[in-house]
């Protein structure tokens, strides 16, 4: 009922840094292309209540289609393409060193258990080492590049 020794190295195989990083970025950049729309409605909703309009999300959906059209919605899909990228490319190392590290030295953070911290505390180091800083940069930007469009 243990676990033999063999499926116990095979399961604590680290992938290599740059596989890991490679197939994070990917996966953040193809993910991010796809939910941009939903980026660029929230990124405009927010830059529409820091000059005092209110909207609902039909509304801003609404006047972003008359502004842009439907390509419109894709608008700034570069820099978040970027942004996502290196965030889940740190993510998938930081994920699998840590969760390495809990397999290797930590003898109850074995299996399901032992993923699922490394995935929370590696996904949260992403997070506030890069994605929550660029956000806050990017909403204040575009805030402040409609308030100058409606002056």
């Not at 033999?4 to 991010?32: D, M, Q, T, W």
Request: include cysteine; hydrophobic fraction near 45%; charged fraction near 15%.
């Amino acid at each position: 009922m243990g676990s033999s020794g063999s499926e116990k190295g095979s399961a604590n195989k680290r992938p290599p840094a740059l596989a890991s990083a490679v197939s994070g970025a990917l996966s953040g950049a193809v993910i991010s292309a796809c939910v941009q729309p939903l980026d660029v409605l929230r990124t405009r909703m927010q830059a529409d209540v820091a000059m005092g309009v209110n909207r609902n999300v039909a509304q801003t959906l609404e006047v972003l289609l008359q502004e842009g059209g439907v390509r419109g919605m894709w608008r700034g899909t570069g820099p978040t393409v970027v942004r996502l990228a290196i965030g889940a490319g740190i993510n998938f190392v930081a994920l699998e060193n840590l969760k390495h590290f809990m397999l290797d030295v930590l003898p109850h953070a074995s299996g399901q258990l032992g993923y699922f911290q490394a995935a929370a505390v590696g996904g949260r180091l992403a997070l506030k080492m890069i994605c929550s800083t660029w956000d806050l940069g990017l909403t204040q930007q575009v805030a402040c590049n409609y308030a100058h469009a409606a002056s």
